[in-house]
């Protein structure tokens, strides 16, 4: 059974980077057909895709934040990662990596305050 789980700092100060990895457990990043999201969701709004990284490596990101959001991986640790840069405080979220939107981290709170 694959399990998910994000890591990152709680707390960002405006116009920082914001990183994030999300560990990947019982089953590889490079298993065929498996696409690997970045999903947050806002205080009282809905899920927003950020972008996904493919089995092969393939990228693909939000158009409104394909400027600032970087995703990558490390397969020889089976890791995948996020850098938002830029951010303000409505990039303020519940912050979620899924595998395929049908296996997901029990997400993290990212608060972008001075």
């Known amino acids: 059974q694959v399990q998910l789980q994000e890591s990152g700092p709680g707390l960002v100060k405006p116009s920082q980077t914001l990183s994030l990895t999300c560990i990947v457990s019982?089953?590889?990043?490079?298993?065929?057909?498996?696409?690997w999201s970045w999903i947050r969701q806002p205080p009282g709004k809905g899920l927003e895709w950020i972008g996904d990284?493919?089995?092969?490596?393939?990228?693909n990101y939000s158009p409104p934040l394909k400027s600032r959001a970087a995703i990558s991986r490390d397969t020889s640790k089976n890791q995948f990662f996020l850098q938002l840069t830029s951010v303000t405080p409505e990039d303020t979220a519940v912050y979620y990596c899924?595998?395929?939107?049908?296996?997901w981290g029990q997400g993290t709170q990212v608060t972008v305050s001075s």
């Open positions: 019982g089953d590889s990043i490079t298993t065929t057909n498996s696409y």
């Open positions: 990284i493919g089995y092969v490596g393939s990228i």
């Open positions: 899924t595998r395929n939107w049908n296996d």
